[in-house]
């Protein structure tokens, strides 16, 4: 695999980085609710714009994929590139590890 591709990453350098990245807009438990952003819990299998309750762009709506590791990483890179017209105010993860370690604790903390 090349040092760009989805790769199994650090879910505890993760946590961290969706404390400081990611939670003042999202939460991943199913009680919590959504924010700014959506609940993330049950991400992963998840078609997006799909949380009940969250009102999404259309664009958001309209991309219809499946959330997974190879789909997160593109998105965590640049998430306006991957779907123009997303309402998500987030500049993306440059660093291949760094989404690789968000996505790891993503997957453990949103099943």
């Known amino acids: 695999m090349g040092k760009d591709e989805f790769q ?7 946590a961290n980085l969706f404390k400081t990245r990611c939670a003042q807009c999202h939460t991943l438990k199913e009680s919590e609710g959504n924010k700014i952003g ?3 819990h049950g991400l992963f299998g998840r078609k ?4 009940e309750g969250f009102s999404y762009s259309d664009a958001n709506k309209g991309k219809q ?4 590791d190879e789909t997160l990483f593109e998105y ?3 998430p306006k ?11 993306g993860l440059k660093k291949a590890k760094d ?11 949103t099943q």
Do not use: C, Q
């Not at 199994?8 to 993760?14: E, F, M, S, V």
């Not at 989404?99 to 903390?109: F, G, P, Q």
């Open 8 to 14: 199994p990453g650090d879910a505890k350098k993760g």
């Open 38 to 40: 959506p609940n993330l």
């Open 48 to 51: 997006t714009g799909s949380v």
């Open 65 to 68: 994929i499946v959330w997974g």
């Open 76 to 78: 965590l890179e640049n």
């Open 81 to 91: 590139k991957y779907i123009p017209g997303t309402k998500m105010a987030f500049g």
């Open 99 to 109: 989404r690789n370690d968000l996505i790891a604790h993503l997957k453990k903390e």
